[in-house]
Structure formats: structure tokens, C-alpha cells
């Protein structure tokens, strides 16, 4: 089984890269959240939407908006698995462990 990390950095508000990527993902695929992606965790939709897929969620962007306090609330209120914060050193550990790295 090929592995893939969706790689996704633009926010959902002006692209449609993630909702692309989610009318392809396989069950088995990840997906990192970087740049203005993040963004879009503070969308129920959106949340709804990645509930069911392997999500990253890297750690300076987070901080780079402002965002810690409003992803440890959504954090809290959805599963403690719903995502994982990650720094860079982790991002390259995951692209390693997926067999494909696609940026969209």
C-alpha cells in the first residue's frame, strides 16, 4: 500500500487545493496543514471534513497566526486524535514515513 502525505499550504478561503485533496484522499493518506491551511481548523466545516483523516498540523504557522488558543479549544472539544502539532523536524520524519509527498 502506497502511503501519501498531502501536503497543503494555501488557505481554503482562496484556494481549493484541500478540497481537492479530499475528493482523492485514500483512507490511509495524511494530510499536513502549513501556511494559511491552518486556517481553516477554525471552520466547523472544515473540521467536520478532516475528522476522519490522519491530520498535521505544523507548530510555527499555528503560532505565526495567533492560533494556539483556538486549537486547544477545538482540540479539547473534538478527540485528542482529531490532529497532530508538529515541528519541522517532525514534517521531515513524516515525509519519510509516507511512501509520496504531493503539494497542492
Known sequence: ????????QTSVTTD?????CLRFIH???SIILAG????CLLQ???????A????????????ARGLQ????TIATRMSPEFFHIIDYSSFVEQSLKHNKVITW
Open 52 to 63: 476522519s483523516v490522519n491530520v498535521f498540523i505544523l507548530q510555527d504557522d499555528v503560532h
Open 16 to 20: 481549493n487545493a484541500l478540497a481537492t
Open 44 to 50: 466547523m466545516p472544515w473540521q467536520q471534513r478532516l
Open 69 to 72: 488558543q483556538h486549537i486547544e
Open 27 to 29: 483512507p490511509s493518506d
Open 1 to 8: 500500500m502506497i502511503l501519501i502525505l498531502h501536503h497543503i
Open 36 to 39: 494559511d491551511a491552518v486556517n
